[in-house]
Nanobody, 118 residues
């Protein structure tokens, strides 16, 4: 059983910052990429940022220069700065995990709400 548990969301004013965290736990053999997605009401879920186990990062154009993804073993972080109202969404953690060193599966967290409003 694998679990991804996010934390760190909340209500913040425009221009503010938050740090989101996601911890993967369970019978994990290895983790490849980890990332963050978000989904606003009425919108499709979209990739925000991702990091490979080698440290290579990828960002959505809309967050470049404002968001920073980092990783420490089984934990992935998303530092979100200069927040805008359009960043309001449920943020989901995602990880590509192998339980046996062979096949790899995608796991999702339960989501954490980020609301940017004055």
């Amino acid at each position: 059983q694998v679990q991804l548990v996010e934390s760190g969301g909340g209500l913040v004013q425009p221009g503010g910052s938050l740090r989101l965290s996601c911890v993967a736990s369970g019978s994990i053999f290895s983790i490849n990429a980890m990332g963050w997605f978000r989904q606003a009401p009425g919108e499709q879920r979209e990739l925000v940022a991702a990091v490979t186990n080698g440290g290579r990062t990828n960002y959505a154009d809309s967050v470049k220069g404002r968001f920073t993804i980092s990783r420490d073993k089984n934990t992935v972080y998303l530092q979100v700065n200069s927040l805008k109202p359009e960043d309001t969404a449920v943020y989901y953690c995602n990880a590509a995990i192998s339980l046996d060193g062979a096949r790899q599966y995608t796991y999702w967290g339960q989501g954490t709400q980020v609301t940017v409003s004055s």
